[in-house]
């Protein structure tokens, strides 16, 4: 775990209410629900409660949430933004404890916590590459919405494929309008119906990669032996895909106690009293399963 330094201005201090807010973007993303159900464990160890906000990544819900706007009483805020801004936090008009989570925002006064997106990534090209694969596809390119975590995720495997002096071929990348099984059946589809030949395909999420094994079984292609896939989040039905999914697995308990240390660090500083800001980087490694076994 990496941590960096900075200076911010003293929190306020509120009555103790024993409830910590979680902004999530979509419950309906796997990944999201089950690091949701790791922070209401993990918190419930700690003597707090979860109190759960979806944002669905809008701007105005996330800054009104930030602002506690119709949110009873709690001690401090994980946000998990999309949309929300450095101006928008320094303007919060309810200041208080609060922990970004996430690649949005990485620069800011503002304690931050993260997976290394970008390595792992680059990790799970150099997993096909080592698998034999020569034409690696990458799945989950953002450009209408852009994302930092699939632009992040996206640079690791160009650097990974540079690295290995696997090309450059543009036709191998695939956009996505989000992160979802059916986006990512539709792309692997379109790469198949284009023509491109790949033997290997790095997927931004999990929920792609679903997708993907879905299209390649629909068109006869057998995985790994014809393409290997790789995902990243390593989401509970990564075991129970056909075949199942080799995943890039971030250390999530990690990452929750990360951002409910430093969320309780706030809490507990006394008002007026100067406190770092910390940007906390946790790892993350590949769990292989039938998907990539060559």
Not at 114 to 131: E, M, R
Not at 225 to 250: C, K, M
Request: with cysteine; charged share 20%; net charge negative.
């Amino acid at each position: 775990m990496n941590e960096a330094h900075a200076r911010t201005a003293p929190v306020s201090r509120r009555v103790r209410t024993g409830i910590v807010a979680l902004a999530v973007p979509d419950l309906n993303e796997p990944y999201f629900a089950e690091l949701t159900s790791l922070f209401v464990t993990k918190a419930h160890e700690r003597g707090l409660s979860i109190l759960i906000q979806q944002t669905a990544g809008g701007h105005e819900r996330e800054v009104d949430i930030a602002n506690g706007v119709g949110l009873p009483p709690i001690d401090g805020l994980v946000h998990i933004p999309r949309s929300l801004t450095v101006g928008d936090l320094t303007r919060r008009t309810a200041p208080g404890p609060i922990v970004l989570l996430g690649e949005h925002i990485q620069v800011s006064p503002f304690t931050h916590v993260t997976v290394d997106n970008k390595g792992g990534t680059d990790a799970a090209t150099v997993h096909l590459a080592d698998a034999g694969c020569r034409r690696i596809a990458f799945i989950g390119r953002r450009d209408a919405l852009p994302s930092d975590a699939a632009d992040q995720r996206f640079a690791g495997y160009r650097a990974a494929v540079d690295r290995l002096g696997l090309g450059g071929d543009a036709a191998l990348i695939a956009t996505v309008d989000a992160f979802t099984p059916e986006e990512g059946r539709r792309a692997m589809a379109d790469l198949i119906a284009r023509g491109v030949e790949c033997d290997g395909v790095v997927c931004s999420n999990d929920s792609l990669a679903f997708g993907v094994l879905a299209a390649l079984h629909h068109a006869g292609i057998r995985v790994p032996t014809d393409v290997a896939v790789i995902g990243f989040d390593d989401v509970h039905a990564a075991r129970f895909s056909a075949p199942t999914l080799t995943s890039v697995a971030p250390d999530d308990g990690a990452l929750v106690d990360a951002a409910l240390d430093q969320l309780e660090r706030q809490m507990n500083t006394p008002p007026g009293m100067d406190m770092p800001v910390q940007h906390v980087v946790v790892g993350a490694r590949i769990v292989q399963r039938s998907s990539t076994a060559r």
